[in-house]
């Protein structure tokens, strides 16, 4: 069996740490270097509901892609939600890793397996990491359809590939429209407009979006936008990452057994369709 050192080593091979923004919170943040890892559950959140089901798991190991302490902590108390999590995590024994904006831009990431569960072709980064002489990493992805498309299908195609959420999928723009070219960005992605007009592409599916930047960028051009729930943009990630471990555990002859979390941790939990008018 590998030690913990040895999985988070292959991990950070994946996603180095050196390359998350200067504001996030990446690696192991809780984990005995040396003890043996057989189990490893991926998930979005390392909310309380995710450390439970790693607890009934078996995991040693829990990755999850948000951190649990973004913005740094004075304490670890069980009084607070994030503190119980530690203790949960610490009395059965479960490391804890965390990829976030290292594994938005790594190569693949995020954004590519955002494109992979839509049937995408990848053209390249949105935002080309400077530092990648092969231009192949970087934030969300330029696409292209692998056959005839409008905006609206494109739509369809996320309301059934991504995971179901209260959100489900919200459009702007004609749904008759043809796309060419699709950028995709899991996650919040409201603030990459301008590198999106860039492209020429048709549609732009994200998450997150706010009315004033989607409001404005109806207004500039006739940029399909297509809004996801953020956890669902970032959710086939946890698949794509897994196959990943598997196939560094296949390689290294180590007998791990990879996870994947089904538990929905959007914070939505019911939609209403509106039905008032304006007065």
Not at 58 to 82: E, M, N
Request: with cysteine; net charge negative.
């Amino acid at each position: 069996m590998p030690r913990l050192s040895e999985v988070t080593a292959a991990l950070d091979a994946l996603w180095p740490a050196h390359r998350a923004e200067s504001w996030d919170a990446v690696g192991t943040v809780v984990g005995d270097p040396g003890a043996e890892v057989r189990r490893v559950l991926f998930a979005v959140d390392p909310v309380h509901e995710i450390a439970e089901e790693a607890v009934r798991l078996g995991a040693d190991l829990l990755v999850t892609h948000h951190p649990l302490y973004l913005r740094g902590t004075t304490t670890v108390s069980a009084a607070t939600f994030k503190g119980r999590v530690v203790h949960d995590l610490i009395k059965h024994d479960i490391a804890l890793h965390v990829a976030h904006t290292n594994a938005d831009s790594a190569d693949p990431g995020v954004s590519d397996a955002l494109a992979g569960a839509l049937g995408l072709r990848v053209l390249g980064p949105l935002v080309p990491d400077t530092s990648d002489p092969e231009g192949r990493r970087g934030l969300g992805r330029v696409c292209e359809p692998t056959r005839p498309l409008t905006l609206g299908a494109l739509a369809e195609a996320a309301a059934r590939a991504l995971p179901a959420t209260a959100q489900g999928i919200r459009l702007a723009g004609d749904p008759e429209a043809p796309v060419r070219k699709v950028v995709v960005s899991g996650g919040a992605g409201d603030s990459l407009f301008d590198a999106v007009r860039a492209t020429g592409a048709d549609a732009f599916l994200t998450a997150d979006l706010r009315h004033h930047p989607a409001s404005e960028a109806t207004e500039h051009g006739p940029l399909g936008l297509i809004d996801a729930a953020h956890w669902a943009t970032e959710w086939p990630w946890c698949e794509q990452a897994a196959a990943q471990l598997d196939e560094i555990s296949d390689r290294h002859g180590w007998e791990l057994r990879v996870h994947v979390s089904k538990t929905v941790t959007d914070p939505w939990s019911a939609h209403f369709d509106s039905t008032g008018a304006p007065n």
